[in-house]
T-cell receptor, first 113, second 115 residues
Framework: ETGVTQSPTHLIKTRGQQVTLRCSSQSGHNTVSWYQQALGQGPQFIFQYYREEENGRGNFPPRFSGLQFPNYSSELNVNALELDDSALYLC????????????FGPGTRLTVL | QKEVEQDPGPLSVPEGAIVSLNCTYS??????FMWYRQYSRKGPELLMY????GNKEDGRFTAQVDKSSKYISLFIRDSQPSDSATYLCAMLFNAGGTSYGKLTFGQGTILTVHP
């Protein structure tokens, strides 16, 4: 069974740029959720994708957007980067209604200068 | 007021001690309660989840949920240096068994178990 993978591991961008982060869900999982974790804080829910449709969204502006592909992998796109976007971005996968069992990837560390 | 409150610690204990980690919450609609362990520079790892009130045990770990007090706990018996990590509580409201799963996390408690 393959776990959740994310790429890239680290990324450095400058303010105003755009970034795309990628996530491959665990084998057999059709739901992907994205979270932002600032240093010293718990993860904050960005949004969730289920069967290629956005299934819910947290309190993040529209410049945070995403996609889910037919193989259930997913992308998180952030436009017009701000300094406060510097964080660890985590994706988690789950299967159907078993959303109480979300398995996280290792994360992408984004630094915005 | 945050929906989920967790003492960030840090908590330092000797090897073999019993560790108690706690979270309180304000949203009575939460139904599922999870504990995650996060090592430095890694993603969170699901330790266990509990549905509604009650206890759940898995090896050295015991989770307790008291919905009447809006209080959850994780106990670690015979703690080991390898248990040193940040422990995150998380909660979920899932109406009607849908596929929607927004986890609401606490801040995390930093635990160090020293030999």
């Amino acid at each position: 069974e393959t776990g959740v993978t994310q790429s890239p591991t680290h990324l450095i961008k400058t303010r105003g740029q755009q970034v795309t982060l990628r996530c491959s869900s665990q084998s057999g999982h059709n739901t992907v959720s994205w979270y932002q974790q600032a240093l010293g804080q718990g993860p904050q829910f960005i949004f969730q994708y289920y069967r290629e449709e956005e299934n819910g969204r947290g309190n993040f502006p529209p410049r945070f957007s995403g996609l889910q592909f037919p193989n259930y992998s997913s992308e998180l796109n952030v436009n017009a980067l701000e300094l406060d976007d510097s964080a660890l971005y985590l994706c988690a996968s789950s299967q159907g209604t078993r959303v109480y069992e979300q398995f996280f990837g290792p994360g992408t560390r984004l630094t915005v200068l | 007021q945050k929906e989920v409150e967790q003492d960030p610690g840090p908590l330092s204990v000797p090897e073999g001690a019993i560790v108690s980690l706690n979270c309180t919450y304000s949203n009575s609609a939460f139904q599922y309660f999870m504990w995650y362990r996060q090592y430095s520079r890694k993603g969170p790892e699901l330790l266990m989840y509990t549905y509604s009130s009650g206890n759940k045990e898995d090896g050295r770990f015991t989770a307790q949920v008291d919905k009447s007090s809006k209080y959850i706990s994780l106990f670690i018996r015979d703690s080991q240096p390898s248990d040193s990590a940040t422990y995150l509580c998380a909660m979920l409201f899932n109406a009607g068994g849908t596929s929607y799963g927004k986890l609401t996390f606490g801040q995390g408690t930093i635990l160090t178990v020293h030999p």
